[in-house]
């Protein structure tokens, strides 16, 4: 009955990504050593790119394995190597009282939600989410979405972009100590 | 369809068995060109440079010990896997695949010669040629960065440890330089696949990027992409004065022969992607011999990758090694802002001339104000002292850890 609306490759395609993001998912969550989330967690990104190279969007897919994938996740890793993943966290105390009752009201909220957004609209067609000009002059892919970033929405492109530099600055201001501050606290 | 970027997959299902016989040869003829291609870069290695130390180097096996690499990695086969107590079993096996697989997918996206017409089919020296195109590059640069990390960390031992740490803060700084300059290429080059990055340089030495571009991006490439291969003189991570062997120190056998593997395939690999961004990839003086014609390119694509890789070995025998601060100085300070300059000022020019002067004004006193900044923040106060200390506690206070060690040296 499904294969009517789709082709065999395109089942393939998304069964292997549904199960390196979900499989990935889970593990994130649990498994306890966090080097070994960190690698659960890039599996679901290559999932995520899988499902992207499957919609034909190309360009996400190699964004979210440079951006995620290969800078992100290494930052994880990175934090984590330095403050050492030998330490025991004590997953049964409760940082935030009653967060595990707002959790589960959380995801019985998400996951009913997209059941009852999936049985009444026809998200699940089996067609890409994009189709027309652009996906069949080759790399226009790249093209519209430049094309997109740099005029349409320039003005929130650059916005973002400066955000993050303040974010930057922000942290390099915080981290760092100024000479005066530090001759103050000598002499005190 | 975006396949159809490959002229093979253009014409769909039609005549699939003599396709996938086509495209099945061109996989293992590209692999094993590349196995082939990385025994015999380490025996160059190894000769040349103990060519230039005044040494002999491997001579036993085969004429000039050219069969010296096969008799290592035989030996390499046989030797006993360790597997440390302390290491995190899983990760510790994982990861030189995770270095090795990068290396091999990364070659995919290189344009080895022209197009040949065999069976009414053209087929590109390419092993493939996704719209992505360059972008594979930098994910699988990416990628590789965890075979090296979680190596390290495995091992479950400090100096891998240490290693895996710089690894990881170095590559991911030279990225930004590395990407910057893509971004320049594709930028006249309009595309973002290798072949048409190839493409756009024919007609000649003066089309090449290298010029067309003014130089300054490919020493940036080229000093990006050398960091990226923890090559000397950036082998910071592998520096055996300082961390024993590096990320690799604990492994022996089969997974230590594929670090080594990677570590070639890599060299070879991101020689070729030299070649094709900024010198043209098969371009070059084809002689008017009939059915010949096809050889040349790819005999010009083998002789720059060969002079590429011969520098990296020249490099290794003549320049010392960067320290660690160096290296993260040169990233950060000098080859980010340089490339980001370069590529405003060669946008300009795409534009229009005015908008290329304009931009190389603005370029100018930006680096007018950041070589100021630099100054600025040379006078600092640097060290531990300029940093907040740490949330938490330390496993020793600090004057007990000084304590400690100036009794030791009295």
């Known amino acids: 009955m499904i294969a009517a609306t789709y082709s065999i490759p395109a089942i393939l395609v998304f069964a292997t990504s549904a199960l390196l993001i979900l499989g990935g998912a889970i593990g994130v969550i649990s498994v306890a050593n966090p080097v070994h989330a960190a690698i659960c967690l890039i599996t679901t990104l290559f999932g995520v790119a899988v499902a992207f190279i499957a919609q034909q969007a190309d360009f996400l897919a190699a964004v979210q394995i440079i951006v995620y994938a290969g800078a992100i996740v290494v930052l994880f890793l990175f934090v984590i190597m330095f403050l050492g993943v030998d330490q025991k966290f004590h997953v049964s105390a409760e940082p935030l009282v009653g967060q595990r009752a707002f959790a589960v009201a959380g995801v019985v909220v998400t996951v009913g939600g997209l059941i009852t957004l999936m049985a009444s609209s026809h998200w699940v067609s089996g067609a890409t989410s994009v189709s027309g000009s652009p996906l069949d002059t080759g790399n226009g892919n790249v093209k519209q979405l430049g094309t997109a970033v740099f005029t349409t929405y320039l003005y929130a492109f650059e916005v973002t972009s400066a955000l993050l530099i303040i974010a930057v600055v922000g942290a390099v201001l915080l981290a760092r100590r100024e000479r005066a501050s530090t001759n103050e606290e000598v002499d005190a | 369809m975006n396949v159809a970027v490959d002229p093979l997959l253009a014409h769909g ?6 396709i996938l016989l086509i495209l099945v040869i061109r996989l293992l003829v590209g692999f094993g060109a590349l196995m082939g291609a990385v025994t015999m870069m380490i025996w160059f290695e190894r000769k040349a440079i103990s060519d230039m130390q005044s040494r002999i180097g491997p001579q036993r096996w085969g004429p000039f010990g050219i069969l010296q690499t096969l008799a290592d990695g035989i030996k390499l086969f046989f030797k006993e896997d360790l597997v440390p107590s302390e290491s995190d079993r899983f990760v510790f096996k994982l990861a030189p695949y995770l270095a090795l697989v990068p290396a091999i997918i990364t070659f995919a996206i290189v344009p080895v010669g022209g197009t040949l017409h065999i069976a009414g089919h053209a087929v590109m020296l390419q092993i493939a040629n996704p719209p992505i195109g360059i972008l594979v590059l930098l994910a699988m640069s990416g990628i590789s960065v965890y075979g090296v990390m979680l190596a390290g960390w495995a091992s479950g031992s400090k100096y891998p440890l240490i290693s895996s740490v710089r690894a990881s803060a170095q590559m991911i700084s030279y990225e930004a330089a590395l990407g910057i300059t893509i971004v320049t290429v594709v930028l006249v080059s309009g595309s973002l696949s290798t072949h048409a990055i190839v493409t756009s340089q024919g007609g000649g030495i003066w089309h090449w990027n290298v010029i ?6 490919f020493v940036i490439f080229w000093m990006a992409i050398t960091a990226e291969l923890h090559r000397p003189p950036f082998d910071v991570v592998e520096a055996d004065s300082e961390l024993v062997g590096g990320f690799n120190t604990e492994y022996s056998s089969i997974r230590f022969a594929l670090f080594y593997m990677a570590e070639f395939m890599n060299t070879i690999t991101m020689s070729a992607i030299i070649v094709t961004l900024f010198f043209g990839g098969p371009a070059g003086w084809i002689p008017d011999v009939a059915h010949l014609k096809w050889v040349f390119p790819i005999i010009w694509f083998l002789l720059k990758t060969v002079f590429f890789c011969f520098c990296y070995i020249w490099f290794r025998a003549a320049l010392p090694r960067f320290r660690y601060d160096q290296v993260m100085d040169l990233g950060w300070k000098r080859l980010i ?3 980001l300059g370069w590529m405003l000022v060669v946008a300009g020019f ?9 931009m190389a004004a603005a370029v100018l006193l930006a680096s007018v104000v950041l070589g100021r900044a630099f100054m600025l923040g040379s006078s600092r106060e640097s060290g531990v002292d300029s940093v907040l200390p740490p949330v938490g506690r330390r496993p020793l206070p600090e004057d007990v850890l ?9």
């Open chain 2, 13 to 18: 299902v039609n005549g699939w068995g003599v």
């Open chain 2, 402 to 410: 000084r304590a400690m060690s100036e009794g030791e040296e009295e």
């Open chain 2, 212 to 217: 067309r571009l003014g130089v300054v991006p």
């Open chain 2, 350 to 358: 795409i534009v229009k001339p005015a908008w290329g002067f304009i």
């Open chain 2, 337 to 339: 802002p340089l490339s």
